[in-house]
Every structure is written in structure tokens, then in C-alpha cells.
């Protein structure tokens, strides 16, 4: 194994172990410690575990790719993939949508804030970012499997994703591709208008604010999940609105790795790190730990 190789997969498989393990940190601290039992830190968990599921789906095969150079997998394992990756960067950007909801509310309503972020609402607002996520997924899904491919059939890409489908097939892929583009309205457009306009509203809360303490400690809540919403739409956009002609093979293989992979690898680190109860919680757990070992 070359050098090169062996640093590419160890790099990979480093990056998918401490995504998988910050993640699941979250998940619990979530669920074990009372401070953080809120709509915000409920939805934060959310996101965790669909970190989780996206850089399953990708990070595996990239390390069989590295390890082997090249790999094959099925038509059917293929429209799996591309079908469990796309719900799930539906479902992450319809649920950044909802946690911005949730701070517009907590920052420009903070007296009506518990009676409409109930437990209840929180869940009926996830089980929907999900179940319009896979419908979406399904549709774009099947419109595929509805193409003919002929040729050698080999995707120069990390994944399986559209555009390079598209460029296997020998149908028309114009009605695919414009069906495709016509998705992107409720899936990206949409839910980012969303998500700008709350900003602006809670910005413009926030400004309005006379304490400087005040306005400092809103804002500290926000940071966190805007650096999210940036690096991950930033990375979105970057991949899938740039010009083929502008971009390389290889500067496309690695946008998509940057937010397939790398995005799900830095979020536990941006929340955890920007976050003063989430560090608390962190210091509990791990001092509960230790005195229970003690004890025994």
C-alpha cells in the first residue's frame, strides 16, 4: 500500500471514528443531563444522529474505495445509497429550518416560547422533516431507476450521487434533470429563505436590546447553530450550484467530501466547544463516571 494511500485512509477512517464517537457524546449528554433537556438541545440531538446516518452512508465506501483503488457495487446497493444520502441532507436541512424556528421564538417571543415549543410539537416537527424528506428522496429515486445505463458504468465520485448517474445513462436525462431542479425549491430554497428571514427578525431582536450583556448572550445561543447553517449550506451550494465547467474532478470529489464527511466530523465540535452547558454537562458525566468507578 503506497504511503499516500495509507495517510488517505487513516485520515478517513480517524475522521469517521470521532464523528461517530462526538456525536454519540451529544446523544447522550442530551438525554442524561436535565440543564440541556430543551427544545434546542432536543433538535441538536437530531442533528447528531443524522450525522451519524450520512457519514455511514459515505465514509464505508470511501475507505473501501481507498483501500482497493477501485470497487463495485450494485445497481440496487447504489440507488440505496443515493436514496439513505439524499433523505438525509433533506432532513438536516429541513431541521436546521426548525431549529432556527426555535431560536427566532426563544429570542423574539421568549414570553410565549414554552407554551408553543412543547415536547410535542418538537416531535411532530421531526417526524415531519422526516417523512417529507424521504418522500422527496423517493421521487428523485425512482425517476432514476426509470434510466437506461449502458457503457462501462463507472462513476468517477465518492458516491453515488446525481449528477454523475446522470452522466452514466444513455436516456434523456433533461425531464430527471429538471424535476430535480424543480425539488431543490421545498428542499434548499426554501427551507434557507426560512431560515434567513428568522435571522433577520432575531438580529434585528437582538439589536434592539439595551443591555450589552443581553445582546451578548443572545447572540452566543445563535452562533453556534449559524456557523452550522454557513458550513453546511456553504458547502451545499458550493457543489451543486458552481458551474461544471469552474470545477475539476477533483475539486468536486472534494466539496462533496466536505460536507458528506467533513461537516458531520467539525459539529459536535462547534457546539460543544461554543457551548457552556453542553461543557457542563460534559464535566458531570465524566465526574459521575469516575465516582461510580471509584465506588467500585
Not at 25 to 52: A, C, E, G, T, W
Not at 84 to 96: H, N, P, S
Not at 276 to 282: G, R, T, V
Amino acid at each position: 500500500m503506497a504511503v499516500y494511500t495509507l495517510l488517505l485512509f487513516t485520515l478517513v477512517l480517524i475522521i469517521y471514528i470521532v464523528t461517530i464517537c462526538g456525536n454519540c457524546l451529544i446523544i447522550i449528554l442530551v438525554n442524561y443531563s436535565k440543564i440541556l433537556h430543551s427544545p434546542m438541545y432536543f433538535f441538536l440531538s437530531q442533528l447528531s444522529i443524522s450525522d451519524i446516518m450520512l457519514i455511514t452512508a459515505i465514509a464505508p465506501n470511501i475507505l473501501h474505495i481507498v483501500l482497493h483503488e477501485r470497487t463495485s457495487v450494485s445497481f440496487s446497493g447504489c440507488m440505496a445509497q443515493f436514496y439513505v444520502y439524499g433523505t438525509i441532507e433533506a432532513f438536516e436541512c429541513y431541521l436546521l429550518t426548525v431549529m432556527s424556528y426555535d431560536r427566532y421564538l426563544a429570542i423574539c417571543s421568549p414570553l410565549h416560547y414554552v407554551s408553543i415549543m412543547k415536547q410535542s410539537l418538537c416531535i411532530q416537527l421531526v417526524l415531519a422533516s422526516w417523512i417529507f424528506s424521504c418522500s422527496i428522496s423517493l421521487i428523485s429515486t425512482l425517476e432514476i431507476c426509470q434510466l437506461e445505463f449502458c457503457g462501462l458504468n463507472v462513476i468517477d465520485y465518492l458516491y453515488c450521487d446525481l449528477n454523475p448517474l446522470l452522466e452514466l445513462s444513455c436516456s434523456d436525462t433533461s425531464t430527471v434533470l429538471m424535476e430535480s431542479t424543480l425539488l431543490c425549491v421545498p428542499v434548499l430554497i426554501f427551507p434557507f429563505l426560512v431560515i434567513v428571514v428568522s435571522y433577520t427578525y432575531i438580529v434585528l431582536t437582538i439589536l434592539k436590546m439595551s443591555s450589552f450583556s443581553g445582546r451578548l448572550k443572545s447572540f452566543s445561543t445563535c452562533s453556534s447553530h449559524l456557523t452550522v447553517v454557513f458550513l453546511f449550506y456553504g458547502t451545499l451550494i458550493a457543489t451543486y450550484l458552481i458551474p461544471k465547467e469552474r470545477k475539476s474532478g477533483t475539486i468536486s470529489k472534494i466539496m462533496s467530501f466536505l460536507y458528506t464527511v467533513f461537516t458531520p466530523f467539525v459539529n459536535p465540535f462547534i457546539y460543544s466547544l461554543r457551548n457552556k452547558e453542553i461543557k457542563d454537562s460534559l464535566k458531570m458525566y465524566i465526574n459521575k463516571r469516575i465516582f461510580i468507578q471509584n465506588i467500585w
